[in-house]
T-cell receptor
Framework: GESVGLHLPTLSVQEGDNSIINCAYSNSASDYFIWYKQESGKGPQFIIDIRSNMDKRQGQRVTVLLNKTVKHLSLQIAATQPGDSAVYFCAETTSGSRLTFGEGTQLTVNP | EPEVTQTPSHQVTQMGQEVILRCVPISNHLYFYWYRQILGQKVEFLVSFYNNEISEKSEIFDDQFSVERPDGSNFTLKIRSTKLEDSAMYFC??????????????FGSGTQLSVL
């Protein structure tokens, strides 16, 4: 399953499918990006980060892709599990400045 | 694994009252932050704190807000006279250890503030 555009608030996928969550950022000077996962009633939890001198970074079951040309960031989750159900936020910053969060996408994983 | 801890988890107060939200950042971190999240909305920056002073603050962080690091472990956010619109989840975060980018923030579980 895939979300399109910053303002699509929900994404529903089947357990075992791959998920793609998209984020558009506005500041062309941003040089560092983070994906956070937020479960209900909890604080944002760091998932993966990427610097602007890279276009791809992989973690455990997650991959972040950065396209600076179109100011687009995506988070790919492989073999999505029910425990992945949460709201996912992208965040951007320039060096030494505040971390600015995007709107968030609610990912629901159906068994 | 080290984590940011926040107390209380829930705070209910009357409009006009003062509240103090408390945080214990991760022990070897150098930068401290407060963010807030109104229900269903994105996480918003309030203030950052480094070397015992505010390094950046947002337009939300007006004269009713203040932060303090009263000792070597605690970091507090005070709202002097609460308003209804201050109702939100308040998150403390910390960052900044050797060779790790300081914008890599680690968040606590938040304090849900309800102003009646």
């Amino acid at each position: 399953g895939e979300s399109v555009g910053l303002h699509l608030p929900t994404l529903s996928v089947q357990e075992g499918d791959n998920s793609i969550i998209n984020c558009a950022y506005s500041n062309s000077a941003s040089d560092y990006f983070i994906w956070y996962k937020q479960e209900s009633g909890k604080g944002p939890q760091f998932i993966i980060d990427i610097r602007s001198n890279m276009d791809k970074r992989q973690g455990q079951r997650v991959t972040v892709l950065l396209n600076k040309t179109v100011k687009h960031l995506s988070l790919q989750i492989a073999a999505t599990q029910p425990g992945d159900s949460a709201v996912y936020f992208c965040a951007e910053t320039t060096s030494g400045s505040r971390l600015t969060f995007g709107e968030g996408t609610q990912l629901t994983v159906n068994p | 694994e080290p984590e940011v801890t926040q107390t209380p988890s829930h705070q209910v107060t009357q409009m006009g009252q003062e509240v103090i939200l408390r945080c214990v950042p991760i022990s070897n971190h150098l930068y401290f932050y407060w963010y807030r999240q109104i229900l269903g909305q994105k996480v918003e920056f309030l203030v950052s704190f480094y070397n015992n002073e505010i390094s950046e603050k947002s337009e939300i962080f007006d004269d009713q807000f203040s932060v303090e690091r009263p000792d070597g472990s605690n970091f507090t956010l005070k709202i002097r006279s609460t308003k209804l619109e201050d109702s939100a989840m308040y998150f403390c975060a910390s960052s900044g250890i050797y060779r790790v980018r300081r914008e890599k923030l680690f968040f606590g579980s938040g304090t849900q503030l309800s102003v009646l």
